[in-house]
């Protein structure tokens, strides 16, 4: 088995031992987020660590009702010019903790005496020793180049955030019933994988979603692209429909990920604009109409809250990223020039 | 003449007209970002006025050394969960001032009592009518479906809104020499097309910049994009080696934006990753050095302050969107199913 392979299915052993051990890291980390001072959430991330800022925008956003927004690095880096960060919360998040740009973000904020809170896989990295409070990742060592677990857990550990920023108890209890949930999915979508020969010949790939499953659109993408060596691209549907849509013609393969929830109808509704220019959908939903649109269903399980959705919603993507690696006769532990560490200013 | 072509070269007159009419209204909405109570500014957008929020996101950011952040407009639309936005300054950038979402941002910060500025091609569109200062783009009326004159416009307006907000008179002086600098910009764009030619059988292409120019990167994409139906994409350098690069194979275009400025290194330091994956390097600079190492050299009038570039660098995007569509046979001023206005939630 690869080391993807058994990352992946690791994932929900990884995720209950971040809920497990990370808890009261969480409920520390949150009191910083109500300090009356704090107006935003400034995030600084990278690559995978980006589509779990993406989910953090969308979900500490709605916890604490301030708005979130992601650093610009060069900013900070390259012009010299760091913004004053009054009113600023500022979060790092990297798996490996070692990219000097994201570091340097967290760095500016102590200098200004603003809070920091760093999320990452290694509680001794550069970034860790930046940062006020650290919660762990907790996904144990991860060999694969591309993400899996440590992405999970990325992701896990936003939500842990959120439901100890809120202080709730219905919140905590729904996600930690997800590990159970995530056993079934990865069973589930290895079960669906068959349906995906028919996407051998494809030259690329468009994701699409919007509000919590946007950065999983973009995970998606980066999973997909990371091991098949495809273009592969993450829009919102709104985004997609400024535009960027031109480039959509027959066959082209459009990845629409519309769990039930506030966000589904803004992904569905344009089905109709794909359809008409002969894209092939595949759809990762829990809705049977949503899956009986597509040409490819690829179904999540039933029944779990729209805001843990991205935790299900990106394993079919993973599973799919494994398989168009495997048409393509690709060696998933191996991709295409990548490292597993990037260092970038 | 296309109207494409027509607008296009009608881009030095318009930013002249911006810049001899806006000048008071820029001073006025300038007084706004200056007020005690102002921590950071959120700017609502979509299409090619979100590349206008990015060049924004490092001028406004510079200027007065606050945070700028990008709205999520499903926040307060489909979640109807709008933030606390205490702190903010709230900019809505639309050339149609017509999409539902952009003006739903402006009218949440109204609502809260926060100062609202808008910059749009229509000074009687509904995001106008939310806003309590209007910045008008002064473009003129535009028949294209694949906006040049008002993008150029929308950045035009963020460029003088910077001078004026830090009160500087030779930042001013050198945006005044602009439309001049555009005029010969468009003549050796022009002049440079032939070399195109050998890209006729691409089926897509990336777009690397980073700093100012990271929205000229995202607007070259949509423009090429939108024109040729091709699959373009942009990321800055460092995004681009956490991941993505994987895609970018023997013979895919790479266009480069790497004009002199702190930002040139960043950018030119990915070449030789891209050399040895074999992509075709288009490169848009001023600089001799980064122009030889080019396979296509895309020269810029040299000259020109970095803070300004984005005005120069998205010529010879605009020209090789324009020379890609004819290379593949469409008509630029039909693209594949595109309207000029797009109404989304």
Redesign the interface.
Known sequence: MSWLESELREQPAALARLLSRQRSNAEAAAAAFRRDDV??V?IAS???S?NAARYA??LL??AN???????????YT??E?P??????IVVGISQSGASP?VASVLAEARRQGRPTLALTNDAESPLARQADAVLSLEAGEEHSV?ATKTYTNSIGAVALLFAAIGGDGAARAELERMPEVLERQIELSFATTPHLDGYAAV??ATVVA??VN?GTAHEAA?KI???S?????AY????L???????I?RGWPVVAIAPAG??QE?VTSVLA?LE??GARVLMISDSESALARADTPLPLVSGVPEWLSPLTAVIPAQVTAKRFAALRGLDVDN????RKI?L??
Do not use: K, N
Request: hydrophobic share 35%; aromatic share 6%.
């Open positions: 107006r935003y400034l990278r690559g995978s980006s925008q969308y956003g709605r009702r301030v708005p979130v927004m992601f650093a610009t690095p060069s900013l390259i012009y010019q913004p004053s960060l009054d009113g600023a740009d591309a030259t690329g919007r509000g946007y980066l692209r990371e091991l060596s495809l273009v592969v691209e919102s549907p709104a985004d429909m400024h535009g960027p849509i031109a480039a013609g506030p966000a803004s604009a008409e220019r991709p295409a020039g990548l990037t970038t200013r």
